[in-house]
């Protein structure tokens, strides 16, 4: 089959809905797109979605799933202008859900030496199916204004089977958990991060079904902008690998550095413009007792010294001005939920000061709640509470410290907006037992209130939300840079948006 295709082709792929935004001149070789030789009957592309190479101005990752082994997984893709004129094969992973006995695919292309800041179309396919499309846009090849956005705390909206074999509805999910996806491409982002909890597969009863509901929801944004999540304590899978994370990490093809294929995707890092995204996996780290396995510590410190190498060469370069971290579990918390949990404060903490991280978004709490610029810790606190630096809320300069976010309002139902304390408190999470309690399953934890000194701005009325970030380089070098922040709610019945705050951090450019 030939290797190029006309755009005409490219669009009826797509549909007419979402074809449209490719329409442009210029032709390209006339060769339809059909299904390729091997026979019928071959299990579909589904599940389409991107993620960043290592350099997200030249590398793209084309992702999708099959129920079954598919022949030549390959992706055709080119400009608007050129059409299809390029090949990338695609590498299947698989993974056994040890729950239902179940083996999944998942097709991973990565495609190199694309152009920054470049549209570009795509065709993933395998023989005997209908292929599937998409487009993305690639980052920036340095400074360069461009929008992100976060939240996390998903869910999947499905109809499933329970155990006796009757229809069930998966009651963690919301009818947000669509709309937060349009309010996503209403917003039209360069990439979006996703801050753990995704799907809740591993409290459903069909984890697979789960997984693909995802994928299947998420698809109609994530084809068309990179996805790039962090694992949460519900990505932590009982029977589903050492780590519980092997289906995590057999859906998602990530930028990661690390050489142990069992801790392979859990943490990395990628540079946007000038922004040094790092993503954590916080279950490592924390004393909270929240997955299906408890995996505190997993790493043997390999986490947090990769950390302290991430943090320190970003703050050093001159081409890095922001450094944004994303992760699950929170450092604060003003709500009668999970609260906040000390050994991330013990472990982070002093690494987030030491290199000036800018921001750090999380989900974990179901609401949503962000803090003033902090640095260091309140002093004789028990609980290493944050030492606020600053009491400005719309104009913050980010060189005194970092504002932590909790965006956890992506849709998953047991919101925790109602559940803040009221007396300017919050609590911290200090300990757990040494052994899990038969009654909840969970090491039972202690915690100690604490004054909430560092608490700037909480949602008390809607549940549901999503913040979008969008960076203004600046002009000159040395100059300053600017971030300019809006949250937004996802409002009932039918996932309207509206601004529920705007603020701004700056600081100054690091190439002066």
Same mark, same amino acid.
């Given at each position: 089959?030939?290797?190029?295709? *006309?755009?005409?082709?490219?669009?009826?792929?797509?549909?007419?809905?979402?074809?449209?935004?490719?329409?442009? +001149?210029? +032709?390209?070789?006339?060769?339809?797109? *059909?299904?390729?030789?091997?026979?019928?009957?071959?299990?579909?592309?589904?599940?389409?979605?991107?993620?960043?190479?290592?350099?997200?101005?030249?590398?793209?990752?084309?992702?999708?799933?099959?129920?079954?082994?598919?022949?030549?997984?390959?992706?055709?893709?080119?400009?608007?202008?050129?059409?299809?004129?390029?090949?990338?094969?695609?590498?299947?992973?698989?993974?056994?859900?040890?729950?239902?006995?179940?083996?999944?695919?998942?097709?991973?292309?990565?495609?190199?030496?694309?152009?920054?800041?470049?549209?570009?179309?795509?065709?993933?396919?395998?023989?005997?199916?209908?292929?599937?499309?998409?487009?993305?846009?690639?980052?920036?090849?340095?400074?360069?204004?461009?929008?992100?956005?976060?939240?996390?705390?998903?869910? &999947?909206?499905?109809?499933?089977?329970?155990?006796?074999?009757?229809?069930?509805?998966?009651?963690?999910?919301?009818?947000? +958990?669509?709309?937060?996806?349009?309010?996503?491409?209403?917003?039209?982002?360069?990439?979006?991060?996703?801050?753990?909890?995704?799907?809740? &597969?591993?409290?459903?009863?069909?984890?697979?079904?789960?997984?693909?509901?995802?994928?299947?929801?998420?698809?109609?944004?994530?084809?068309?902008?990179?996805?790039?999540?962090?694992?949460?304590?519900?990505?932590?899978?009982?029977?589903?690998?050492?780590?519980?994370?092997?289906?995590?990490?057999?859906?998602?093809?990530?930028?990661?550095?690390?050489?142990?294929?069992?801790?392979?995707?859990?943490?990395?890092?990628?540079?946007?413009?000038?922004?040094?995204?790092?993503?954590?996996?916080?279950?490592?780290?924390?004393?909270?007792?929240?997955?299906?396995?408890?995996?505190?510590?997993?790493?043997?410190?390999?986490?947090?010294?990769?950390?302290?190498?991430?943090?320190?060469?970003?703050?050093?370069?001159?081409?890095?001005?922001?450094?944004?971290?994303?992760?699950?579990?929170?450092?604060?918390?003003?709500?009668?939920?999970?609260?906040?949990?000390?050994?991330?404060?013990?472990?982070?903490?002093?690494?987030?000061?030491?290199?000036?991280?800018?921001?750090?978004?999380?989900?974990?709490?179901?609401?949503?709640?962000?803090?003033?610029?902090?640095?260091?810790?309140?002093?004789?606190?028990?609980?290493?509470?944050?030492?606020?630096?600053?009491?400005?809320?719309?104009?913050?300069?980010?060189?005194?410290?970092?504002?932590?976010?909790?965006?956890?309002?992506?849709?998953?139902?047991?919101?925790?907006?109602?559940?803040?304390?009221?007396?300017?408190?919050?609590?911290?999470?200090?300990?757990?037992?040494?052994?899990?309690?038969?009654? +909840?399953?969970?090491?039972?934890?202690? #915690?100690?209130?604490?004054?909430?000194?560092?608490?700037?701005?909480?949602?008390?009325?809607?549940? #549901?939300?999503?913040?979008?970030?969008?960076?203004?380089?600046?002009?000159?070098?040395?100059?300053?840079?600017?971030?300019?922040?809006?949250?937004?709610?996802?409002?009932?019945?039918?996932?309207?948006?509206?601004?529920?705050?705007?603020? *701004?951090?700056?600081?100054?450019?690091?190439?002066?």
């Amino acid at each position: 089959m030939s290797n190029t295709v *006309s755009r005409r082709g490219a669009l009826g792929l797509m549909g007419a809905s979402a074809a449209l935004p490719l329409l442009g +001149t210029g +032709t390209a070789a006339a060769a339809p797109l *059909s299904p390729a030789p091997g026979g019928g009957g071959a299990t579909p592309v589904q599940g389409l979605h991107l993620t960043f190479g290592r350099d997200p101005a030249r590398q793209m990752v084309v992702s999708w799933l099959t129920d079954g082994p598919v022949r030549r997984p390959r992706v055709l893709y080119g400009t608007l202008d050129d059409g299809f004129g390029s090949y990338a094969p695609a590498v299947t992973r698989t993974y056994l859900d040890g729950d239902s006995n179940r083996t999944v695919w998942v097709h991973h292309a990565e495609i190199n030496r694309l152009s920054p800041n470049t549209e570009y179309l795509y065709v993933a396919q395998h023989d005997g199916a209908t292929p599937d499309a998409g487009t993305f846009r690639t980052a920036p090849g340095g400074r360069s204004a461009f929008t992100f956005t976060s939240f996390g705390d998903q869910s &999947a909206p499905q109809v499933t089977w329970d155990l006796k074999g009757a229809p069930a509805l998966d009651f963690f999910s919301t009818p947000a +958990t669509k709309d937060i996806v349009t309010g996503i491409e209403t917003v039209a982002p360069l990439f979006h991060l996703l801050n753990g909890d995704l799907c809740y &597969a591993n409290l459903d009863v069909d984890r697979v079904r789960t997984w693909n509901n995802f994928f299947t929801n998420n698809t109609r944004s994530a084809r068309y902008r990179p996805w790039m999540p962090a694992a949460g304590n519900h990505e932590i899978e009982k029977k589903n690998g050492a780590i519980g994370m092997d289906a995590y990490q057999a859906y998602f093809q990530l930028p990661s550095t690390e050489t142990d294929p069992e801790l392979a995707g859990l943490w990395y890092g990628f540079t946007v413009g000038s922004v040094r995204v790092i993503v954590l996996q916080n279950d490592d780290n924390c004393l909270q007792d929240g997955g299906d396995v408890y995996v505190n510590g997993y790493s043997g410190g390999r986490q947090l010294a990769w950390l302290e190498k991430e943090l320190a060469a970003a703050r050093a370069s001159r081409d890095v001005d922001w450094i944004v971290v994303a992760m699950h579990q929170v450092m604060i918390s003003t709500s009668d939920a999970n609260g906040a949990d000390l050994g991330l404060r013990e472990k982070y903490g002093p690494l987030f000061d030491r290199y000036g991280v800018d921001l750090v978004l999380c989900g974990h709490e179901h609401d949503y709640e962000r803090s003033l610029a902090v640095h260091g810790v309140v002093a004789e606190s028990e609980t290493l509470t944050p030492n606020p630096v600053s009491d400005a809320t719309d104009n913050i300069d980010a060189t005194h410290g970092t504002v932590h976010m909790i965006l956890g309002g992506g849709g998953v139902s047991g919101t925790t907006n109602g559940s803040f304390f009221k007396d300017g408190t919050g609590k911290v999470l200090t300990a757990v037992a040494d052994k899990r309690d038969p009654a +909840t399953g969970k090491r039972k934890p202690t #915690y100690v209130r604490e004054k909430a000194v560092w608490s700037a701005v909480r949602d008390l009325d809607h549940p #549901y939300g999503f913040a979008a970030f969008t960076v203004d380089p600046g002009h000159r070098p040395g100059g300053t840079t600017t971030m300019h922040v809006t949250y937004y709610n996802v409002n009932k019945p039918t996932g309207e948006l509206s601004v529920f705050e705007r603020f *701004s951090l700056h600081r100054k450019r690091a190439d002066g």
